[in-house]
């Protein structure tokens, strides 16, 4: 009996290292996946069987958010595009199956400036993810074209070079245009030089003597072609010099502009009527406002006393100053009434129509 019980403690001692293994084993392996005869195990995929290199990234704003829809492109070196893709909800994208190279992505998006990223490399079977690329909000961008006043001033004086009554009489002086740029010295002496030596201004001028001659006006010139070539003579010279003084010299030196403005229908009737009339005694000043019109004033009345000069010794004196001066004022408002109301419709080429009627500007 007790040679049988230590046979029996040997016998248990010799199996249980072998059983212990063996349970450890059964516990990690199912008989599934055990290998059958002649079947060896699957092996792990190698980086050879993936389909190409890959990137990704996410697209967003400024803030951090993301944006979805914006248009992704893919170039191969910064050239060739290689995919285009749209960003989907959460702002990603992807572009998969890629043979190695060098790549740009650009972003566009509608109300953003366009993005680029960096550029990368993508080797064999690479997985990129490129960091996230922030869109700038597009700015509004607004073109002011700013151009030196004496240049509009130019293109303005050009135009009214062609202003002519019935397309024949100069209507230089008047500017249908109410904001126009200010001349400067040499824009107010070339425009007088013009109306000074226009064609019609000879006409007028011999068609005023000839008047003068029959009513026997300044009767010390006498009568027959001596006379009325005085009376020519007289007549030109006092109407040029005191346009050359008033409209280029004195506008000048007191900087104000020679030009009647229009005001035109903006106005009431007499609006208007006063204007043309006020006109006679005030001018614009270059920097835009109203001042006495010395220019015309001075003008005016230097122009009547040289006409002492070469007036007959009977119709000189202070008389002949105050008749000259009176009869350039009168014709001045006579003038300016006209343009108001009449010359406006019949004068070619102008352009502009007077005083816009929101204006409260210059008068």
Do not use: C
């Amino acid at each position: 009996m007790k040679r049988n019980l230590i046979g029996y403690l040997l016998f248990g001692l010799t199996i249980i290292p072998v059983q212990l293994p063996a349970q450890s084993t059964s516990g990690s392996v199912s008989p599934s996946s055990r290998a059958r005869p002649g079947q060896s195990l699957p092996d792990a995929p190698s980086a050879a069987q993936r389909e190409g290199a890959s990137v990704s990234g996410t697209i967003v704003d400024s803030s951090g958010a993301v944006i979805a829809g914006a248009v992704v492109n893919l170039l191969r070196n910064g050239e060739a595009q290689v995919g285009s893709v749209s960003s989907g909800a959460d702002g990603g994208f992807t572009f998969s199956n890629l043979s190695p190279g060098s790549f740009v992505i650009t972003v566009t998006a509608s109300g953003f400036q366009q993005s680029d990223s960096a550029k990368f490399t993508l080797k064999e079977n690479d997985i990129y993810h490129v960091p996230n690329i922030v869109l700038a909000v597009a700015g509004t961008s607004t073109e002011v074209v700013v151009r030196p006043t004496e240049v509009i001033a130019a293109e303005q004086m050009k135009a009214e070079e062609k202003q002519r009554l019935l397309g024949i009489v100069p209507d230089f002086y008047v500017s249908y245009v109410w904001d126009a740029a200010p001349l400067n010295t040499k824009q107010k002496f070339s425009m007088s030089l013009r109306d000074t030596f226009d064609p019609t201004v000879f006409i007028g001028v011999s068609i005023g003597a000839g008047i003068q001659q029959a009513r026997n006006s300044y009767p010390g010139f006498g009568q027959g072609a001596a006379g009325y070539g005085k009376r020519w003579g007289a007549l030109f010279a006092n109407g040029r010099t005191s346009d050359f003084l008033s409209r280029a010299v004195f506008s000048s030196t007191f900087h104000q502009d020679p030009r009647y403005f229009y005001e035109g229908s903006a106005g009431s009737t007499w609006s208007r009527t006063k204007h043309a009339v006020a006109y006679a005694f005030v001018a614009r000043s270059d920097n835009g406002h109203v001042m006495p019109n010395y220019s015309y004033f001075l003008g005016n009345v230097s122009a009547a006393a040289l006409s002492n000069l070469y007036y007959p010794d009977s119709s000189r004196g202070a008389g002949l100053i105050f008749e000259n001066a009176a009869l350039g004022f009168s014709g001045r408002i006579t003038q300016n009434l006209a343009h108001e109301f009449f010359f406006k419709h019949l004068t070619k080429h102008a352009p502009g129509r007077g005083k816009p009627s929101t204006n409260t500007g210059n008068p």
